[in-house]
Each structure stands twice: as structure tokens, then as C-alpha cells.
């Protein structure tokens, strides 16, 4: 089965928007889309406050089914949700499809190919509350320089080698290298403990007898 799903971002005229550029998609790569989910909680609740999600993500997607949506905080608005779910639905073997930017999610893809797009979640939101006045939240994290070099910093990472090592291939600075690679916890995403944290953060409240369980483990 082939899912649209659509969520409420930015009012009622981002449902417009969102449907119009899936359906574009769907037509140029020959997906036929057999049904739709239209989520209405707005920006700004968390994971585990969104119970149409939770619904849609344990009762209704199953193994095997593909999933399109327009961008990537449809499933989640920072980094450690967009994570948390994408990893569900690697664990039941679901293709997320992204339109935008025209990426395929699945479980050949590799962790450090999609980190850097999880990663702009965070400058999103920190953009759209500039926008509004709120100003920077707490906790948030800054773009950097390194950013560019995230896939070869993950591969490194997983290959265990040191942060003196890494700055050597990337020429660039030990001090401020170790100092990216901490405040993005990305040694902790490597060995899981950042993630199973995630995990318990963003809890999907789970149903009596649930089709879809997540396990939420790294490929």
C-alpha cells in the first residue's frame, strides 16, 4: 500500500501545497497512491502528544508499505524525532519517499546519508521561530562549517577512528572537530545511546495488540 501523508504545518493552505507536490510526484516516478492520511495537529507538538501519528504509525502502516510526504517534518520537527521515526519504519522495511529533496528512504540507506537532512530540522525550526519573534530556543543547535562533512565524519565515526585522525583527512581543526562531534552527539548516535534516550523522550504510546512495533535499533 502506498500512503500520502499530509499534516497541518503552517494552516490550512500548507495542506494545498502539500497534496499538489506529492501528487506531481507521484505522477513523474509512476506511484500510484492508494490512500491518504491527513494529520491536523499543528506545528510545535511534540511526537508523543500526536495521537492521529501514533495511530497512523502502529494500526495502519504495515510491512513492506511505502509512505510519501512532501518534506521531512511532516514526521517530526527536530532532530531527535525525525530519527526516532524514520528508524521505525526502517525496522518494518516501509520506503519513505521524500519529494523534497527528491530522497528514497529505505534500508540500504545508510544512516550517515539522511543524517544531514535530519540535521536541518533543527535550523528549520530555529528559522521559523526566528520568523515569529519567539527567538533562538534553548538547546538548539547553530549550522556549521562541518556540516558539509557529516557523512565522512559519520563513516569515520563507525570505523572507529580518533578525532585527531578525522581532522587529519578533513583538514580542519582537532579542537573544533571533537567540539562538533560532541554537541551533536553523534559518538552516542553511533553506539545507539543517544537514540534509545530518544526513544524514551518521544515514547509512541502503544496500543493492546499494535501491528507495528518499533524497535527503533540502527541498521
Same mark, same amino acid.
Given at each position: 500500500?502506498t500512503?500520502a501523508?499530509i499534516r497541518?504545518l503552517?494552516g490550512?493552505?500548507?495542506l494545498?501545497?502539500?497534496?499538489a507536490?506529492i501528487?506531481?510526484?507521484?505522477k513523474?516516478n509512476n506511484l ?7 494529520e491536523?495537529?499543528r ?6 502528544e500526536r495521537?492521529?501519528f501514533?495511530e497512523f504509525?502502529?494500526?495502519?502502516l504495515?510491512n513492506g508499505?511505502?509512505l ?13 524525532e ?6 521505525c519504519?526502517l525496522t518494518h522495511?516501509i520506503?519513505?519517499?521524500i519529494?523534497q529533496p527528491n530522497l528514497i528512504v529505505d ?5 550517515s546519508q ?5 540535521m536541518?530540522?533543527?535550523q &528549520?525550526?530555529?528559522i /521559523?521561530?526566528r520568523?515569529?519573534?519567539i527567538?533562538? =530556543? $534553548?538547546?538548539?543547535k547553530s549550522a556549521?562549517k562541518f556540516d558539509?562533512?557529516l557523512?565522512?565524519i ?8 580518533s578525532v585527531?585522525a578525522l ?11 571533537k567540539?562538533?562531534?560532541?554537541s ?8 545507539d545511546?543517544?537514540l534509545? &534516550?530518544?526513544?524514551? /523522550?518521544?515514547q509512541?504510546v502503544a496500543?493492546?495488540? =499494535? $501491528? ?6 540502527l541498521?
Open positions: 500500500m500512503y501523508l497541518q503552517y490550512d493552505k500548507s494545498i501545497q502539500q497534496r507536490v501528487m506531481n510526484y507521484a513523474e500510484l497512491l492508494e490512500n491518504e492520511m491527513i491536523f495537529e506545528a510545535g507538538r511534540p511526537l508523543k495521537k492521529s501514533q504509525l502502529h494500526n495502519t504495515k508499505d511505502k510519501v510526504i512532501s518534506t521531512l517534518e511532516i514526521l517530526g520537527e527536530t532532530m531527535e525525525g530519527i526516532v521515526v524514520i528508524n519504519m522495511s520506503t519513505l519517499h519529494v534500508k540500504k540507506t545508510g544512516l539522511i543524517l544531514p537532512l535530519i536541518q530540522l533543527e &528549520r525550526q530555529r /521559523n521561530e520568523d515569529n519573534k527567538g533562538r =530556543p $534553548k538547546g538548539r556549521s558539509i562533512y557523512p565522512q559519520m563513516a569515520g565515526l563507525k570505523e572507529d577512528k585527531s581532522a587529519r583527512d578533513l583538514k580542519v581543526s582537532r579542537s573544533s572537530l567540539d562538533y562531534i560532541q551533536r552527539h553523534l559518538k552516542e548516535i553511533i553506539d545511546s543517544w534509545e &534516550r530518544a526513544k524514551r /523522550n518521544h509512541v496500543t493492546k495488540k =499494535p $501491528k507495528m512495533a518499533c524497535t527503533l535499533k541498521q
